[in-house]
């Protein structure tokens, strides 16, 4: 592999004083060690041995610290829940190879997804943006071909190809149909996976009935199991001889539904059954799954992000490659959740707070954790800088890069994050969380005293609510309207 740009840090000095990164940073981490113990866990990963020293601090820049521009494996859950990772808390399913790679880098306690939903979210992933900001992402989710990421947007791939990186991504991609939408058509070198938001993971039937399984625009026929062939060409890709550094966005759909482990092969047959019948129904399992199921399910994601690890590691690129993992957005039905309120599709912690690590051997010591507020938007702006590539001025991003948080030290800007869906509104800023739900009754909690958002304080903090809730006007009326009826 050649040698990339180099990305330099500047030492930072001891802080005298608690600043509010610091500030936020400890109420995350004492919020997690609350969660744990809350369901009869050691903050300590359960999957940790006990000679090995797994006590997490608040997150510090390295110091003196030099690198190259770091290939980037930014991995997607799907639908997985805030806490359904032993280190998040879960009490039955066990992760440890997500246990280890926040343990081996930084883990955030606040992280959020761009929205409530699949696309949205990844069009703010992909575009660094509110979802309103575009056509596409008013859809929530996407569900037919009327709509997708329009291939003119400048996106996270293709600002890195232009500055050097090959780009692939395999899995879900979810931001709109062939003809007219793809990640090839997007700034992606290379694609493979699924375009719709589910499918039948051994038919790869998907929404409508059809076979949903490409690579690049043509079809590709594999009529194994869908997280095995996502690990496998993952691995492939990681392993390869590149002559520059590589973006891989690797999108699992573990685990949507329908609720299928390996080997489920007799519910795998009822499902495509119900599909091949015309409903919808087989595909949304809503008479499917249970605990012990989504356990199977989260707990083989882990093996499969485990597998393409050790294929990085055997590459001799693991240094020098800046691994992350979060989920789309909150929980579904199976999900663990506590402490937090709502799940996927509401502006409740439970449907927009996810799981995120962070790992960079080359930068980023080990066992730390973050409670900086988060979201998707800030990893694009972040991963821009890092690889050395400018956001397109016409195309302003929404979120900041946290490259002089992680790398410098450097506090960052104070700043509201902003979520919009049909029917529900949020914004958070510090503690703070301004939020309405399909009641249309504005709510304010205190999220580092209660985040499971029980105490309203509106009428406590009158003051505080009326300027929240003029903020998320204002950027509200910066975004594109829902069309009329929807």
Known sequence: MTSHEPVHSSISTDKASLTRRAFGTAVGATAATAATAAVGLSAAPASATPAEDVRERPFR????????????????????????????????????????????????????????TCSPTRFSLYTGRYPGRTKGGLAEPIADRSVGL?????????????????????????????????????????????????????????????????????????LRYYTRILTERASEYVQRDHDKPWLLNLNFTTPHWPW?????????????????????????????????????????????????????????????????????????????QWPLSGNKSSLQEGGIRVPAVLRWPARIDPRQVSGLPVFSPDWTATLLELGGAR??????????????????????????????????????????????????????????????????????????????RASWEKTNAGLLPYPTGS
């Not at 359904?84 to 066990?94: E, K, N, Q, T, W």
Request: glycine share 12%; hydrophobic share 35%; charged share 30%.
């Open 61 to 116: 820049a390295a110091r003196g610290k030099h690198s190259r521009r770091p290939n980037i494996l930014f991995i997607l859950g799907d639908d997985l829940g805030w806490a359904d990772l032993s280190s998040y808390g879960a009490p039955h399913i066990r992760t440890p190879n997500l246990d280890r790679l926040g343990r081996e880098g930084v883990r955030f306690t606040d992280a959020y997804s761009g929205s409530a």
């Open 150 to 222: 329009e291939p003119t947007h400048p996106t996270l791939a293709s600002l890195l190809r232009g500055a050097g990186y090959a780009t692939a991504l395999i899995g879900k991609w979810h931001c709109g149909y062939l003809p007219d939408y793809s990640p090839t058509k997007s700034g992606w070198d290379e694609f493979f996976g699924n375009f719709g938001g589910a499918l039948e993971y051994y038919s790869k039937l998907g929404l409508g009935g059809e076979y949903d399984l490409y690579e690049g625009d043509a079809t590709y026929k594999d």
């Open 260 to 336: 299928i482990a390996e080997g489920d092969t007799a519910e795998s047959a009822e499902i495509v059954r119900r599909i091949k019948a015309g409903g919808l129904a087989g595909l949304f399992h809503a008479d499917g799954g249970s605990v012990e199921k989504y356990k199977q399910m989260v707990e083989d994601l882990d093996r499969s992000v485990g597998e393409v690890l050790k294929a990085l590691k055997r590459s001799g690129q693991e240094e020098d490659t800046l691994v992350f993992f979060a989920s789309d957005n909150g929980g579904e039905r199976f999900s663990y």
């Open 391 to 468: 956001p397109d001025p016409a195309y302003p991003l929404d979120g900041i890069s946290l490259a002089g948080y992680l790398l410098r030290d450097e506090e960052p800007a104070e700043r509201d994050l902003f979520w919009r869906v049909r029917g529900e509104r949020a914004l958070r800023r510090g503690d703070w969380k301004y939020y309405r739900g399909r009641s249309g009754v504005d709510q304010l909690f205190q999220l580092a005293h209660d985040q499971r958002e029980q105490a309203n304080r509106a009428e406590a903090e009158p003051d505080l609510l009326a300027e929240l």
